[in-house]
């Protein structure tokens, strides 16, 4: 960016930033605030499929970047988590992000112990044990995800992707046991 384009980039943002950070806020409270909703309301569910107690009050935001000044395009997320990492070694995630500016929704375990990683993740990829539609990120973490078509399908889409991660984890036999406290 050359002098004249970030001097003009810096008379534009003095007028727009307060109004426009207001936007981003709001579209990151009504996200979270329906990824929050649809999680809290298939607890039940994942708890069972899990083998684990889980708790509304365990939801907690999440948003990436966390602040301005560690903007990565290729970490971009919104949403809620469930974070066990420091008691059980696992955490996961229910997000809208982005990948090559196209939207998706994401449920996810991310699990400290790669290894325990692998082994689940080969279960659950296993054909005899469940035609999944899993994939495996970087050795830790375990998801599925879909494209999202409309900001309006957020909810309808995340009840689908927990439905179809209680049902993969339930046809595995679970992992509560290896993954509990």
């Known amino acids: 960016m050359t002098e004249v384009e970030e001097m003009g980039l810096l008379v534009e943002g003095m007028k727009s930033y307060p109004k426009a950070l207001g936007a981003l806020s709001e579209f990151q409270r009504i996200v979270i605030s329906a990824i929050r909703e649809s999680v809290a309301g298939e607890l ?34 919104l949403g809620v988590k469930i974070d066990r990492i420091g ?6 995630y229910f997000v809208l992000w982005w990948w090559k500016n196209k939207p998706n929704v994401s449920v996810s375990i991310w699990i400290r112990d790669g290894k325990l990683a692998e082994s689940i993740f080969t279960k659950l990829a296993s054909p005899q044990e469940v035609s999944a539609s899993a994939a495996m990120d970087a050795g830790h973490e375990i998801y599925i995800n879909r494209v999202l078509e409309d900001a309006e399908q957020i909810p309808a889409v995340l009840r689908e992707l927990n439905r179809e991660f209680c049902e993969l984890w339930t046809k595995a036999g679970g992992f509560g046991k290896p993954l509990q406290p």
């Open 87 to 92: 008691k059980s070694g696992w955490s996961l």
């Open 44 to 77: 039940g569910s994942l708890s069972t499929a899990m083998g684990v107690v889980l708790t509304e009050k365990e939801i907690i935001d999440r948003v990436r970047p966390s602040t301005a000044g560690s903007f990565d395009p290729k970490e971009i997320s």
